[in-house]
Protein backbone atom coordinates (compact mmCIF):
# COMPACT_ATOMS: atom_id res chain seq x y z
CA UNK A 1 0.00 0.00 0.00
CA UNK A 2 0.96 3.56 -0.81
CA UNK A 3 2.02 5.75 2.30
CA UNK A 4 -0.77 8.30 2.96
CA UNK A 5 -0.35 11.89 3.14
CA UNK A 6 -0.05 13.20 6.76
CA UNK A 7 -3.21 15.93 6.67
CA UNK A 8 -7.16 16.12 7.64
CA UNK A 9 -9.30 16.37 4.86
CA UNK A 10 -11.64 18.57 6.60
CA UNK A 11 -12.08 22.25 5.62
CA UNK A 12 -10.96 24.67 8.54
CA UNK A 13 -14.59 25.65 9.37
CA UNK A 14 -14.88 21.68 9.87
CA UNK A 15 -11.82 21.34 11.24
CA UNK A 16 -13.06 24.01 14.16
CA UNK A 17 -16.26 22.30 14.49
CA UNK A 18 -14.67 19.00 15.30
CA UNK A 19 -12.14 20.30 17.77
CA UNK A 20 -15.21 22.15 19.79
CA UNK A 21 -17.16 19.29 19.57
CA UNK A 22 -15.96 15.40 19.57
CA UNK A 23 -12.56 16.68 19.58
CA UNK A 24 -12.88 18.62 23.20
CA UNK A 25 -14.82 16.05 24.86
CA UNK A 26 -11.77 13.30 24.17
CA UNK A 27 -9.63 15.64 25.64
CA UNK A 28 -11.69 16.14 28.41
CA UNK A 29 -11.51 12.24 29.18
CA UNK A 30 -7.58 11.82 29.04
CA UNK A 31 -6.04 11.00 32.58
CA UNK A 32 -2.73 10.07 30.78
CA UNK A 33 -0.93 10.43 27.88
CA UNK A 34 1.86 7.68 26.27
CA UNK A 35 4.49 8.82 23.77
CA UNK A 36 4.72 5.96 21.40
CA UNK A 37 7.17 5.52 18.45
CA UNK A 38 4.88 6.36 15.85
CA UNK A 39 1.94 8.68 17.87
CA UNK A 40 0.24 8.53 21.53
CA UNK A 41 -1.59 5.94 23.87
CA UNK A 42 -4.27 8.06 25.78
CA UNK A 43 -5.88 6.65 29.13
CA UNK A 44 -9.23 8.02 28.94
CA UNK A 45 -11.70 8.65 32.19
CA UNK A 46 -14.53 6.10 31.95
CA UNK A 47 -16.79 8.46 33.67
CA UNK A 48 -16.22 11.21 30.76
CA UNK A 49 -15.73 8.91 27.70
CA UNK A 50 -18.21 6.80 26.66
CA UNK A 51 -17.77 3.62 24.54
CA UNK A 52 -20.11 4.79 21.73
CA UNK A 53 -18.43 8.68 21.76
CA UNK A 54 -15.02 6.77 20.99
CA UNK A 55 -16.19 4.65 18.74
CA UNK A 56 -18.36 8.17 16.64
CA UNK A 57 -14.70 9.72 16.77
CA UNK A 58 -12.87 6.57 15.75
CA UNK A 59 -15.55 6.67 12.72
CA UNK A 60 -15.15 10.36 11.94
CA UNK A 61 -11.27 10.75 12.30
CA UNK A 62 -11.50 7.80 9.63
CA UNK A 63 -13.18 9.64 6.98
CA UNK A 64 -11.15 12.29 7.28
CA UNK A 65 -7.61 11.13 8.32
CA UNK A 66 -7.03 7.80 6.42
CA UNK A 67 -3.73 7.42 7.79
CA UNK A 68 -4.36 7.09 11.48
CA UNK A 69 -4.73 3.89 12.85
CA UNK A 70 -6.43 3.20 15.86
CA UNK A 71 -6.60 0.64 18.59
CA UNK A 72 -9.20 0.59 21.54
CA UNK A 73 -8.44 -1.32 24.65
CA UNK A 74 -10.84 -1.65 27.32
CA UNK A 75 -10.02 -3.14 30.50
CA UNK A 76 -11.99 -5.61 32.58
CA UNK A 77 -13.91 -4.55 35.91
CA UNK A 78 -14.31 -1.24 34.85
CA UNK A 79 -10.54 -0.88 34.61
CA UNK A 80 -9.02 2.51 32.45
CA UNK A 81 -10.08 2.35 28.74
CA UNK A 82 -7.20 3.32 26.26
CA UNK A 83 -6.82 4.41 22.98
CA UNK A 84 -4.04 4.60 20.53
CA UNK A 85 -3.54 7.16 17.78
CA UNK A 86 -0.69 5.83 15.45
CA UNK A 87 0.47 6.13 12.11
CA UNK A 88 3.39 6.61 9.71
CA UNK A 89 6.23 9.18 10.42
CA UNK A 90 4.58 13.00 11.13
CA UNK A 91 1.68 11.54 12.67
CA UNK A 92 3.08 12.01 16.26
CA UNK A 93 3.40 16.06 15.50
CA UNK A 94 0.22 15.87 13.78
CA UNK A 95 -1.64 14.37 16.59
CA UNK A 96 -0.03 16.83 18.85
CA UNK A 97 -0.94 20.17 16.79
CA UNK A 98 -4.51 18.72 16.29
CA UNK A 99 -5.56 17.98 20.29
CA UNK A 100 -3.92 21.22 21.14
CA UNK A 101 -7.14 23.48 22.29
CA UNK A 102 -7.21 27.08 23.07
CA UNK A 103 -6.34 26.57 26.89
CA UNK A 104 -3.03 25.00 26.01
CA UNK A 105 -3.35 21.67 27.00
CA UNK A 106 -1.40 19.64 24.59
CA UNK A 107 -0.53 16.05 24.38
CA UNK A 108 3.08 15.83 25.65
CA UNK A 109 5.98 15.83 23.20
Not at 6 to 21: D, M, N, P, S, V
Not at 48 to 72: G, H, V, Y
Not at 99 to 104: A, E, H, S, V
Request: glycine share 6%; hydrophobic share 40%.
Amino acid sequence: MNELPIACALTTAELHERRAGILEKFQHSIVEAKELDDGYAYSLSSAEASLSDLATMIELERQCCPFLRFKLTVEPAGGPVWLELTGPAGTKEFLAALLTDTTNRTTPS
